[in-house]
């Protein structure tokens, strides 16, 4: 089983502050990486997929990177709405999540 | 717009089974495959498996696989996840949720999510 290791745990960021999460796989995804927005009481949103493709209705202040083992989600300028859980999500081999990081408003 | 509206809140004793239904709309149902995704509370997210729309093809988790079925009905537009001899650790929200068009073995994204089906496991 590919794990996916995501850090930090929580980020403490003031609104209009750029954020930058990190996921880590323990072998290569390749391009299958996709992320996931979840606030409380919700279900999870597709943000990204394929590294770095934005979904449907995601603002572009929201852009993803990395390839192989290691993948960023940077948000430019945070919003009141972007306050969230995010999550990785690999899907070349299986389909295994992150623990998830929790970006707070500091 | 594509919506995804699962059936309601399930309580159940262990050993017992459960069947999550997922009506979708909005969109061709025979043309994208519905994958299972459940969250215990305060927890991440674990993926089950996923069915074909034409419910043809399964590829279930190895942790659940013996114990979960999906299926599917397309005269309806409805998918189907049946969880047996449930244990309290099954506690948990079940979310369904459609994968993406070319996707044909369940290893994929998913791009629109169901409100997910709470389901208590509690003698």
């Known amino acids: 089983e590919i794990v996916m290791t995501q850090s930090p745990a929580t980020l403490s960021v003031s609104p209009g502050q750029r954020a930058t999460l990190s996921c880590r796989a323990s072998?290569?995804?390749?391009?299958?990486l996709a992320w996931y927005q979840q606030k409380p009481g919700q279900a999870p949103r597709l943000v990204i997929y394929g590294v770095s493709t934005r979904a449907t209705g995601i603002p572009a202040r929201f852009s993803g990177s990395g390839s192989g083992t290691e993948f960023a989600l940077t948000i430019s300028s945070l919003q009141s709405e972007d306050f969230a859980v995010y999550y990785c999500?690999?899907?070349?081999?299986?389909?295994?999540f992150g623990g998830g990081t929790k970006v707070e408003i500091k | 717009q594509v919506q995804l509206a699962q059936s309601g809140v399930e309580v159940k004793k262990p050993g017992a089974s459960v069947k999550v239904s997922c009506r979708t709309s909005?969109?061709?149902?025979?043309?994208?495959?519905i994958t299972w995704v459940r969250q215990a509370p305060g927890q991440g997210l674990e993926w089950m498996g996923w069915?074909?729309?034409?419910?043809?093809?399964?590829n279930y988790a190895e942790n659940f696989q013996g114990r979960v079925t999906m299926t599917t009905d397309t005269s309806t537009s409805r998918a189907y996840m049946e969880l047996r001899s449930l244990r309290s650790d099954d506690t948990a929200m079940y979310y369904c949720?459609?994968?993406?068009?070319?996707?044909?073995?369940?290893?994929?994204?998913?791009?629109?999510w169901g409100q997910g089906t709470l389901v208590t496991v509690s003698s």
């Open positions: 072998q290569s995804v390749g391009s299958n």
């Open positions: 949720a459609r994968a993406p068009r070319y996707c044909t073995s369940g290893l994929c994204y998913t791009d629109n």
């Open positions: 069915i074909s729309a034409s419910g043809g093809n399964t």
């Open positions: 999500q690999q899907y070349n081999k299986w389909v295994t």
């Open positions: 909005g969109y061709t149902f025979t043309s994208y495959g």
